[in-house]
């Protein structure tokens, strides 16, 4: 059987912790979590908590351009 002829093309490699704390909105804007939800959230109050649970749009180009660099196909939608 022969083999399948190769276009060219890299595959390249995702970041994977760059995958893992960012994510992509149908709109495409990237999104992240808020950081200090690890442990120690005993004697912090509900409305902390609560605050802590939502997310931030990341609106720096340069971290923007970065993050896209490191996850290429976090963004494409299949």
């Given at each position: 059987m022969p083999r399948?002829?190769?276009?060219?093309?890299?595959?390249?490699?995702?970041?994977?912790?760059?995958s893992k704390r960012f994510r992509t909105?149908?709109?495409g804007k990237?999104?992240?979590?808020?950081?200090?939800?690890?442990?120690?959230?005993?004697n912090t109050s509900k409305?902390?908590?609560y605050l802590l649970a939502e997310t931030i749009t990341v609106n720096s180009n340069g971290l923007v351009k970065h993050i896209k660099r490191l996850?290429?196909?976090?963004?494409k939608k299949d």
């Amino acid at each position: 059987m022969p083999r399948k002829q190769s276009s060219g093309k890299y595959k390249l490699k995702t970041h994977k912790a760059t995958s893992k704390r960012f994510r992509t909105t149908g709109t495409g804007k990237i999104v992240r979590t808020k950081i200090g939800k690890g442990h120690l959230r005993r004697n912090t109050s509900k409305r902390t908590k609560y605050l802590l649970a939502e997310t931030i749009t990341v609106n720096s180009n340069g971290l923007v351009k970065h993050i896209k660099r490191l996850a290429p196909y976090m963004s494409k939608k299949d």
